[in-house]
């Protein structure tokens, strides 16, 4: 998430709804419907489910797609790099 620039990108969203006026559990609802909003866009929807359709989101997209999308394609390369870590 981070190299696709999520940080950055909820870092923006949050003094946006600050700016609005969000604060505290509006706040906390309003990051959370950006952070969906962002895997959505960079993933799927159903990979907002939770963690583990996250990790198959991503997994199957980078091991069927002859031209994964970014993130797919970020999450295998650090998959990867945490394999070769292992051996």
């Known amino acids: 998430m981070q190299q696709l ?3 950055d990108y909820i870092r923006v969203e949050r003094a946006e709804w600050s ?4 604060n505290g559990r509006e706040l906390n609802e309003a ?3 950006s952070k969906k909003e ?3 866009k960079h993933i799927s929807e159903y990979a907002n489910k939770n963690e583990r359709e ?3 989101e991503c997994f199957s997209e980078y091991m ?8 797919a394609r970020i999450f295998g390369e650090v ?4 394999m ?3 051996q």
Do not use: Q
Not at 19 to 22: E, L
């Open 19 to 22: 700016r609005m006026g969000y």
């Open 79 to 82: 998959l990867k790099e945490i």
């Open 38 to 40: 962002f895997i959505t």
């Open 64 to 71: 069927t797609s002859k031209k994964p999308r970014e993130a």
């Open 31 to 33: 990051l959370e419907f």
């Open 54 to 56: 996250f990790f198959a």
């Open 5 to 7: 620039g999520y940080f």
């Open 84 to 86: 070769e870590g292992l």
